[in-house]
């Protein structure tokens, strides 16, 4: 009796430890934002840098190069902004369809308020993916979240 009852004692220890860890990790995996900020919907990222202008007054604008977007490569991903000073950038890419695992560089500042980083973006199977690549500014007083999309490959 003593030994079951240990057993149930250590096994509702690991859940309590699983759901403290979720917890924890879960900004990280899903990250939340004060502000959220949709851009034009006509802007394409394989074609063109793309902008917004916060609530605020500053700006925030996502380029990647080379343009298309390449798969299975890496390449440039550069945010610029101006009106403000973030303390960190990163870009998060997301399959809108289809998950895709973890891929959020973070990106280094380089000056004139412009941060830059390397990116990879995986094949997917079908030829043609969906992406939602979300810029995640953190200002020191609030998280800034700008989800922009984008597709790659062909429907061929």
Known sequence: MNKKILIDIIGIELIALVVVIGYKL?????????????????????????????????????????????????????VA?????????EVDFAGIDMNMGYNRPQLVERGGG???GEATLPVCITGYMDWQA?????TGSERIAVPYRFSSGSHE
Not at 40 to 47: I, R
Not at 81 to 89: E, L, N, T
Not at 134 to 138: A, K, P
Request: net charge positive; proline share 14%.
């Open 26 to 78: 879960s900004p990280m995996l899903l990250p939340k934002a004060d502000v959220t900020i949709r851009p034009d919907p006509a802007c394409n990222l394989q074609q063109q840098a793309c902008a917004v202008t916060l609530p605020s007054g500053g700006k925030v604008e996502l380029s990647m190069a080379p343009q298309p977007i390449p798969m299975v490569k890496p390449f440039e991903v550069t």
């Open 81 to 89: 902004m101006s009106g403000f000073s973030p303390s960190r950038v």
């Open 114 to 116: 412009r941060f830059s």
């Open 134 to 138: 979300t810029v995640l500014i953190e």
